[in-house]
């Protein structure tokens, strides 16, 4: 059963245009959203991540939209640029003292120069 | 620039041979996680230990791997005896406490012959 569910699988995405990857969640124990970048040959690298009482988180290109009721939440990069063609993975953590890290399917990202 | 160091970064050996691999976490985390990353099933948790103790390690086969974290400053994962359906990347992160996301090392790339 899969927990964390994003969309879409791969993504093409013109240089300077916007990215945007969709996660849906069930379990409302999730109580923390990170998104990470991979790069090939490297490990997951923690983007950004917010907590489901915010709405919205912006890190430099990076935005984090959060739905609550919908449990809902996307990854916007704007003005992407060919240095941004990684794979990214939406995940969450569960409340309470365990740290679980839940990952969704992942998205490859190609940025056309 | 604190980071997860796993050692070795690849390793080729043949069916039924043991494998460890070993992971040196940031200085200060106490939770260590061990992810298995394939291309059909994503990023899988294995094992996770808080303060060394280990806390769920229900995603390993029991029957041939083991993790343990003999002190603060090392974890390891052995396979033993190892089979070509264990080929893939083992990662390991390790996080400041349990409600915060997770730092990934760059991984062991696994070959089983």
């Known amino acids: 059963q899969q927990q964390v569910k994003q969309s879409p699988q791969s993504l093409i995405v013109q240089k300077g245009g916007i990215s945007i990857i969709n996660c849906a969640y069930e379990?409302?124990?999730?109580?923390?959203f990170p998104w990470y970048q991979q790069f090939p040959g490297k490990g997951p690298a923690l983007l950004i991540a917010i907590r489901p009482d915010v709405s919205e988180k912006k890190e430099g290109r990076f935005t984090i939209s959060f739905n609550k009721s919908a449990k809902q939440f996307s990854l916007h990069i704007m003005d992407s640029q060919p240095g941004d063609s990684a794979t990214y993975f939406c995940a969450a953590i569960y409340s309470g003292n365990t740290g679980k890290l839940i990952f969704g399917q992942g998205t490859t990202l190609q940025v056309k120069p | 620039d604190a980071r997860v160091t796993q050692t070795p970064r690849h390793k080729v050996t043949e069916m039924g041979q043991e494998v460890t691999m070993r992971c040196q976490p940031i200085?200060?985390?106490?939770?260590v996680f061990w992810y298995r990353q394939t291309m059909m099933q994503g990023l899988e948790l294995l094992a996770y230990f808080r303060n060394r103790a280990p806390l769920d390690d229900s995603g390993m086969p029991k029957d041939r791997f083991s993790a343990e974290m003999p002190d603060a400053t090392l974890a390891t994962l052995k396979i033993q005896p190892s089979e070509p359906r264990d080929s893939a990347v083992y990662f390991c992160?390790?996080?400041?406490?349990?409600?915060?996301?997770?730092?990934f090392g760059d991984g062991t790339r696994l070959s089983i012959l």
């Open positions: 200085l200060g985390h106490n939770t």
């Open positions: 379990n409302t124990a999730f109580d923390y």
């Open positions: 992160a390790s996080g400041p406490n349990s409600n915060q996301p997770q730092h």
